[in-house]
């Protein structure tokens, strides 16, 4: 996974995060994949994902959450790979805030 990686402002290249995102979803021990952040650049993955692969290895109730810029990752994977999506909360803005996170949040996620 390349999560530490930096190239420039993302965590890896294009290539390395839609590799990293299809490893996730081929993965029968992961359930839900919940975006960090707003997703900067999540575009640049498209033409990089498999979306026919994707959709032969998934086994059993997959969830990708975001929103922001995630919004193309997203459709497409709903779209083209039939991955149940959810336009919700990012991990670091809505679970990670100072004080805690806001009621609402919780109980609408």
Do not use: C
């Not at 390349?2 to 390395?16: Q, V």
């Not at 059993?60 to 083209?80: C, P, R």
């Amino acid at each position: 996974m390349h999560a530490r990686a930096k190239t420039y402002h993302t965590a890896g290249t294009p290539e390395e995060r839609a590799s990293d995102l299809m490893s996730l979803l081929a993965n029968p021990d992961v359930g839900i994949i919940m975006a960090t952040i707003g997703g900067n650049n999540a575009n640049e993955m498209l033409p990089h994902i498999d979306f026919a692969t994707i959709r032969k290895q998934i086994k059993g109730l997959k969830l990708f959450v975001g929103y922001s810029d995630n919004t193309i990752l997203l459709h497409a994977l709903w779209e083209f790979a039939n991955v149940t999506t959810i336009h919700g909360p990012s991990l670091l803005p809505q679970f990670g805030e100072y004080g805690g996170v806001h009621p609402f949040t919780l109980e609408s996620f």
